[in-house]
């Protein structure tokens, strides 16, 4: 049987950051992942607080750099925010993942591509965990960073919850007769948004709602978007839930630490994940390197708190479009651009505006 610190299940944003960490800090880092890299359906932009995070420069990577994003409360009302710096990269998910993984393994961490995870077993002295092949694996830790549907929070008997959901498409460049810049059609579907991603030879087209149930995220939904938007319909779809749910879920279960989406890291606003995927693997990896694994829900209680008050915006400005969309479109959306350019969480732009501390 194979012997590690820390098996990490899942090479995502979280599994990674966390396998970065640890290798960095001198354990022995198996990462155990079903298809590294193959298209994890994400739109792929990141903030500037997220590159304020990661460990390296994913420079490489970056397809586009945006400074301005259209805000309309579709189909009426589109107005443009300008910020006075870039405030998000776009970047091809699957490029990012490999890369990320890339460099975990340059630090040292060891990584296995398996077809899945048939057992996860705590006992006295650590975790052993048998993959769908059959291979017996044994840590000291684990981390779950096995996305929003994790197998790992199933085999565990932890609760499930629901969260946000998201489909995603392809428009090629060629197929458009204007290239448009990164967009937000808010009330492109009930509780949600439809977005456009600009990524050089495509565009990322794609629709969210940020609470499981509101309406339906199918191919159907994202095919009318795209034609009354764009006049093209999307090709290479698919969909996949985001994790809201940190809130409310347990982060450790003994000698395990969830992480990501599987964590429930992800914000409801406008479903942001990656940020809260590099934190959560980050802060797990710490709490890891120091021994205390309690250390791990202490060090994520800020972004708990945000997402709880995230949480209530979300249900307030969904609720009221008439009215939030044109204050976004005013001063508010012009501030908020400024501050994300500067690499400040939502609520570190409030604590701002309030005159507190900044924390970034
Ligand atoms: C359509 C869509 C668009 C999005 N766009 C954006 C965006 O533009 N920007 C943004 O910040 N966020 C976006 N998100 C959210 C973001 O994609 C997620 O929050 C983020 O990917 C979570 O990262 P993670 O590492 O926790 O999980 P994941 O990215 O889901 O990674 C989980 C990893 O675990 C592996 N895995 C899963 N199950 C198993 C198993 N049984 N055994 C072994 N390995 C397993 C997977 O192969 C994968 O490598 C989007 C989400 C969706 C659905």
């Given at each position: 049987m194979n012997t590690w610190d820390v098996i990490v299940i899942g090479a995502g944003q979280a599994g990674s950051a966390a396998a970065w960490d640890l290798a960095a800090g001198g354990k022995r880092v198996l990462v155990?992942?079903?298809?590294?890299?193959?298209?994890?359906?994400?739109?792929?932009?990141?903030?500037?607080?997220?590159?304020?995070?990661?460990?390296?420069?994913?420079?490489?990577?970056?397809?586009?750099?945006?400074?301005?994003?259209?805000?309309?409360?579709?189909?009426?009302?589109?107005?443009?925010?300008?910020?006075?710096?870039?405030?998000?990269v776009m970047t091809e998910r699957s490029e990012l993942d490999q890369y990320c993984l890339a460099q975990a393994q340059e630090q040292g961490a060891v990584f296995k591509l398996v077809r899945g995870i048939e057992s996860v077993r705590q006992h006295q002295n650590g975790v052993a965990v048998t993959t769908r092949e059959g291979d017996q694996f044994?840590?000291?830790f684990l981390v779950a960073a096995?996305?929003?549907?994790?197998?790992?929070?199933?085999?565990?008997?932890?609760?499930?919850?629901?969260?946000?959901?998201?489909?995603?498409?392809?428009?090629d460049r060629a197929?458009?007769?204007?290239?448009?810049?990164?967009?937000?059609?808010?009330?492109?579907?009930?509780?949600?948004?439809?977005?456009?991603?600009?990524?050089?030879?495509?565009?990322?087209v794609g629709l969210y709602i940020w609470k499981h149930g509101l309406a339906a995220t199918d191919r159907r939904a994202l095919d009318q978007y795209?034609?009354?938007?764009?006049?093209?319909?999307?090709?290479?779809?698919?969909?996949?839930?985001?994790?809201?749910w940190l809130p409310?879920?347990?982060?450790?279960?003994?000698?395990?630490?969830?992480?990501?989406?599987?964590?429930?890291?992800?914000?409801?606003?406008?479903?942001?994940?990656?940020?809260?995927?590099?934190?959560?693997?980050?802060?797990?990896?710490?709490?890891?390197?120091?021994?205390?694994?309690?250390?791990?829900?202490?060090?994520?209680?800020?972004?708990r708190e945000e997402l709880i008050k995230v949480k209530q915006l979300s249900a307030l400005f969904y609720g009221l479009l008439p009215i939030s969309v044109p204050m976004l479109q005013g001063r508010l959306g012009t501030t908020l651009v400024a501050d994300f350019s500067r690499g400040y969480t939502l609520g570190q732009c409030k604590r701002r505006w309030r005159g507190a501390p900044s924390l970034a």
């Open positions: 155990l992942s079903r298809a590294a890299g193959a298209g994890k359906p994400c739109a792929g932009g990141v903030t500037m607080k997220t590159l304020n995070r990661y460990r390296f420069s994913i420079a490489p990577l970056v397809r586009e750099t945006v400074d301005a994003l259209h805000v309309s409360r579709f189909p009426r009302q589109e107005s443009v925010l300008k910020a006075p710096n870039p405030f998000c044994q840590a000291r096995d996305g929003a549907n994790s197998r790992v929070r199933h085999l565990l008997g932890e609760r499930s919850w629901q969260g946000a959901m998201a489909i995603e498409g392809h428009i197929d458009l007769k204007d290239y448009p810049g990164m967009t937000l059609d808010f009330q492109a579907i009930k509780g949600g948004y439809g977005w456009l991603f600009p990524k050089e030879d495509h565009v990322n795209c034609l009354d938007r764009l006049g093209v319909k999307p090709h290479r779809v698919s969909g996949f839930p985001l994790g809201t409310q879920a347990r982060l450790r279960q003994e000698r395990i630490l969830f992480a990501g989406d599987a964590a429930g890291c992800s914000e409801a606003l406008l479903g942001e994940g990656i940020y809260g995927a590099v934190l959560s693997g980050q802060l797990a990896a710490q709490a890891l390197l120091s021994g205390d694994l309690d250390n791990y829900r202490e060090n994520l209680q800020d972004w």
